[in-house]
């Protein structure tokens, strides 16, 4: 009957089924172990699994009855802290602002992308919640990762009732316990955690920039690529590694003498007597001593003592002892101790490791702890005894409040490698605690030898008690022989030995753990870390014997801080943070208040620190070398601009700034000892350097704003580019010489072929090597290369991907003429005052085609012989010899172009391969934009409505006349009468040649396609000329359909329309008119009647003045 009661309150409380009534409650836990096993121990194993957005995190559903209530229970997790601390937008760079506002700048909670499909899990279960319980760790981290699980459900769902449930293992008694009383979350224990990561950001943030900027400058060779990083709590422990290693070094040993006698009892007995003075450190003393016991030696008993001697078992495990004894006895680092120990914990196999409690309370049930480890093979049978006596703990003096001491669950024999052997301490330690003292015997015997006394002692172990099951401590008997009060006999030897005092050791992890314990350094759930933070930074090392030594840069930097006088490395100021992080969760300290104080102390010390940086570099310089000067007055504002490049004259960083009359510069670090400058022209609106690094040099890349028409078409207007002299393209623009000295002075203001420009600073990037200029007439040596202006010419090297790669050329040093010759071919075989780019493939100033119809100005040139007759351009001078180097159908065909430089040259053009049936080379033409010039053969002349011969072009876009050949005016675009004939139509068909076209291409108003230039229709526009035909290309209902158009350009347009399929049926197209539409009438005389445009009505409302995108009645 019993039985069968039992049984259904089981399958009330634990076999539920899910209702339409039932109440759904969302937990938490901290990890994804701990969820699970929360979960399994609640449901007793029938928690069913489903996925979340994150493959990491799962959730478990079960039923129980929870808050009086039969509730569906949705288990899930995060992975430790769901939210990141950090400074907002764009000040998080490092380069963002001057590393002291870091103190006052806002910062804000944010989850990090790592951690979005954890947040969305919880939001989406959350909404339809009716209540959130908390199960993360029981400690202040575990606390505070709790309050962000909070934050980020109550922005879905913000009346959800919030619980905490408090556990210190995760066993079914515990989690019950914590099932029946749950309490609020603990608002204070969150908010220390708050201001001590704040506190963390601003202070470590603030420092490690100011370290790592300035002193990679400083050291550039040793700590070019280092992360110099400072902590509140790290360079307290690096300061005791650095004290007890000075300590070491600076120890002077001190000599001292000592007696000691020696009485063999018998053959295999020998007694050791210790002199009762110990030591002493004058010589001259203790010889006089030592020969007084030499000339009376008899020695007498004067004293036998016996009394018990006893062994104490340890005490509870607290997370320092652990780490501690972990260190000593397995050899096993702190981080890793934790590791291990937090795996589990989250396994059900141990409490939890994070605790400052070595006193187990008086509710814990330590007989079914022991009973649990009494299967095992190697310690069962000690348990079994301890059972039989009652487990009676010998407690310490610490708790928490919080947690138990750390001690096993439940017994596994299923571990390996260090989990196993941690897993044995943990229980050998637990069942060592709960055993008895070791009992033995101590036996003292004292001896007078010529008035000195001499003791020697002995140890009889009379029960091992807890060293049976506890090998990490060991207690080794001392036999001595038997001796009575009164007894005489003469020693065997009387020595006089010397010894030398000995420096204390080096720190070890478990001495270094103990030193942050008692001076407040960290928590014991931060000890590890901050060890190891040390340690990969290079701070510290290990030696062969596990002992910490300081690195150079350790030592140099806990120098430099402590001679500015606040001890930075010492421990007073991070221990009174952790004392007001107490006060904080005991309520005795408001958050608001230590946080103003903390960063107002630490912010003075900051300003010391750069106001005194000259003393770390002299601290450091002992370790490192020599030390680079760099001014300290304005030494903040200067940590705060991104580095472009590095000076080629001084080896300091060259940063973006901005002239006084307005204009950008790059200028060096260094001012006022180096002057390297590079200066930007005027039409540079805008530079910022980018966070994208060089391929090529590692130098920072720079967004540029140009002036519109102030930079060759193929630069964009926004331009991210290298100034560092990889982009040859940009240095032309710019006229960055990138060969010219430093200079100290700006940029002045010089006249040059009618135009006004900067002369630009550079600095030296290309070394100049000279060059003998070879002709005809005399030997290369002693001639340098000349260039228009009647300066030397600068030898550079072309860097940019191409054919010419790597190819030596010259060019103006001043940037002012555009000389411009290949290093490889001689004078005779280049025209003198070429000018054309050092690279291949694009973005040059030549004038010649691009090859694939991408325009004039896109292709590179190469220059060559110029065989045959010279070639004269309209200017009448000689015309340069140019090569298409850009990808296309014309790629290394040779053309023909004016020498002159862009803006005061013509625009001539002519292909090399391209001449009449006389061999005369004299034809003008400039490409556009989509099409290819080619020459008139035969005696064919057009000439254009300029009374000057057009030229020919071949259509190059897709469409149904590429490849097409058309005349257009031979003129520039901004000086041409937009003639225009296709070139398979003749002369009769267009009266002579005397038919002017749209624009001067193929193509009208990016949709119509030209088929026609007048012909046969004589179809007239209004303004008494002959119509163009066109045809529609835009996709649509028309196609394909032609037309009549005016053939004036568009400004000067009388805006003449007619369909060609809808002529007149008398054939007469004079009068314009369509048998469905008319746009245009002509009167008897041939003159358009004066008509008015009707206003353009909306298409929705039918009012004027707007159309219907632009209706406010819609």
Not at 440 to 450: D, F, L, P, R, S
Request: glycine share 8%.
């Amino acid at each position: 009957m019993i039985r069968n009661f039992v049984g259904i309150l089981i399958r009330r409380k634990y076999c539920s089924y899910a209702s339409a009534d039932m109440v759904k409650v969302l937990n938490v836990a901290e990890k994804n172990d701990a969820a699970k096993t929360i979960a399994n121990v609640i449901s007793r194993g029938s928690a069913k699994k489903r996925e979340g957005f994150s493959k990491f995190n799962k959730i478990y559903e079960f039923n129980y009855n929870i808050l009086n209530k039969n509730c569906l229970m949705m288990m899930t997790s995060v992975s430790g802290h769901l939210l990141e601390m950090d400074f907002v937008g764009q000040y998080n760079k490092w380069y963002s602002c001057s590393p002291l506002s870091l103190f006052d700048l806002p910062i804000e909670k944010k989850c990090p992308d790592k951690f979005a499909d954890i947040k969305r899990t919880l939001e989406r279960e959350v909404r339809q919640s009716q209540y959130l319980i908390i199960w993360t760790d029981c400690d202040r981290e575990g606390e505070n990762i709790g309050h962000e699980v909070i934050q980020v459900c109550k922005a879905v769902n913000p009346n959800i009732p919030v619980y905490r449930a408090r556990f210190s293992e995760i066993t079914p008694q515990a989690v019950a316990r914590a099932c029946s009383n749950l309490v609020p979350p603990d608002q204070r224990t969150s908010d220390a955690v708050d201001v001590r990561q704040e506190l963390d950001l601003r202070i470590g943030a603030a420092f490690t920039r100011f370290q790592t900027m300035r002193l990679q400058k400083i050291f550039p060779e040793a700590l070019a690529d280092k992360l110099i990083s400072y902590g509140s709590c790290q360079f307290p422990t690096l300061g005791f590694v650095v004290e007890r290693y000075k300590q070491v070094q600076a120890f002077i040993p001190e000599p001292f003498w000592k007696i000691k006698v020696t009485h063999m009892f018998d053959e295999e007995t020998k007694c050791e007597f210790s002199w009762k003075r110990n030591r002493l450190f004058d010589h001259n003393a203790c010889l006089i001593l030592y020969e007084q016991c030499v000339e009376n030696p008899q020695a007498t008993v004067m004293e036998v003592k016996c009394k018990p001697k006893s062994k104490w078992r340890p005490t509870p495990l607290d997370t320092v002892e652990m780490e501690k004894l972990a260190s000593r006895k397995l050899r096993l680092s702190a981080k890793e101790t934790m590791r291990i120990a937090e795996n589990l914990y989250t396994k059900g196999f141990i409490s939890y490791p994070r605790t400052e409690t070595n006193i187990f309370p008086k509710d814990l049930d330590l007989a079914a702890l022991v009973q649990e480890q009494s299967r095992d093979p190697n310690w069962g049978g000690f348990a079994s005894g301890i059972l039989q006596d009652r487990p009676n703990p010998r407690n310490g003096n610490k708790s928490d409040q919080a947690h138990p001491p750390i001690h096993p669950i439940k017994y596994t024999a299923t571990l390996q490698g260090n989990d196993a052997r941690l897993y044995e301490f943990i229980v050998r330690h637990f069942l060592a605690t709960c055993s008895k003292d070791a009992q033995g015997q101590e036996t003292t015997v004292t001896i007078n030898i010529a008035d000195e006394m001499f003791t020697a002692q002995g140890l009889m172990i009379i029960a091992r008690n807890y060293l049976d099951v506890y090998p990490y401590d060991r207690w080794n008997a001392k036999t001595i022989p038997v001796y009575q009060e009164g007894d005489s006999f003469q020693p065997n030897s009387i020595d006089m030995l010397f010894s030398e005092t000995s420096p204390p050791p080096l720190l070890t992890e478990a001495d270094l753990i103990a030193l942050m314990e008692k001076h407040g350094i960290g928590t014991d759930a931060t000890h590890a870390e901050h060890i190891e933070t040390i340690k990969t930074r290079m701070y510290i090392g290990v030696n062969n014997d596990g002992r910490f030594v300081p690195g150079q840069l350790g030592m140099g930097l806990v120098e430099g801080y402590d001679a500015m006088g606040y001890e930075m490395s010492k421990p007073h100021l991070r221990s009174e943070l952790e004392a007001d992080l107490k006060r904080i969760c005991e309520g005795k300290k408001d958050k608001n208040v230590v946080l103003t104080q903390q960063v107002a102390k630490y912010r003075d010390v900051f300003k010391v620190a750069c106001e005194q940086a000259l003393k770390i570099d002299q601290a450091l310089s002992q370790y490192l070398g020599e030390a680079k000067e760099i001014p300290v007055g304005e030494e903040l504002e200067r940590l705060s601009v991104v580095p472009v490049k590095k000076c080629s004259n001084c080896g300091l960083e060259m940063t973006l700034k901005t002239k006084k009359s307005g204009g950008f510069y790059i200028g060096c670090q260094g001012y006022p000892s180096c002057r390297s400058a590079i200066w930007f022209p005027d039409f540079v609106l805008d530079a910022s350097v980018s966070d994208v690094k060089c391929e090529t040099c590692q130098a920072h890349l720079v967004n540029f704003k140009f002036k519109m028409g102030s930079v060759p078409p193929m630069l964009p207007l926004e331009y991210a580019g290298c100034v560092a002299g990889c982009d040859e393209l940009l240095a032309e623009s710019l006229q960055i010489n990138h060969s010219a000295p430093p200079s100290s002075q700006r940029p002045t203001q010089q006249m040059m072929g009618g135009h006004t420009r900067q002369e630009s600073q550079r600095v030296p990037l290309v070394t100049v090597q000279p060059f003998n200029r070879q002709t005809d007439n005399q030997e290369s040596a002693g001639q340098e290369v000349v260039c228009n202006c009647g300066t030397s010419a600068l030898l550079l090297t072309v860097k940019k991907d191409g054919p010419n790669q790597g190819r030596q050329f010259y060019k103006c040093g001043g940037s002012v003429c555009n000389f411009f010759l290949w290093a490889d071919e001689s004078q005779n075989n280049t025209l003198n005052n070429s000018r054309g780019p050092p690279g291949g493939g694009g973005g040059v100033n030549s004038r010649g085609p691009s090859g694939g119809g991408g325009g004039v100005r896109g292709g590179g040139g190469d220059r060559f012989q110029n065989p045959g007759p010279e070639v004269t351009c309209n200017c009448g001078g000689p015309a340069r010899l140019l090569r298409v180097t850009k990808e296309g159908p014309n790629k290394d065909r040779e053309f023909y172009s004016c020498s002159l430089p862009r803006g005061q040259g013509c625009d001539f053009f002519q292909w090399a391969d391209a001449t009449d049936e006389n061999g005369d080379r004299s034809f003008r033409g400039g490409g556009g934009g989509g099409q290819q010039g080619i020459t008139n053969k035969g005696n064919q002349e057009v000439m254009c409505n300029c009374g000057t011969q057009a030229k020919l072009l071949t259509v190059n876009k897709e469409g149904p006349n590429k490849g097409r050949t058309f005349y257009a005016c031979a003129n520039p675009r901004d000086q041409s009468c937009n003639f225009f004939q296709w070139g398979d139509v003749t002369n009769d068909e267009n009266r002579g040649g005397n038919l002017s076209g749209g624009a001067g291409v193929p193509f009208v108003l990016s949709r119509y396609q030209g088929t026609h230039s007048g012909g046969d229709s004589d179809v007239m526009c209004n303004c008494g000329n002959p119509a163009k035909m066109l045809m529609v290309n835009k996709e649509g209902p028309n196609k394909g359909r032609t037309f009549y158009a005016c053939a004036n350009p568009r400004d000067q347009s009388c805006k003449f329309f007619q369909w060609a399929d809808e002529s007149s049926s008398g054939g007469n197209t004079n009068t314009g008119v369509s048998k469905k539409r008319t746009l245009s009438m002509l009167d008897s005389s041939g003159v358009t009647p004066t008509k008015k445009r009707a206003a353009r009505k909306c298409g929705l409302c039918g009012e004027e003045g707007h159309t219907k995108r632009t209706c406010p009645h819609k």
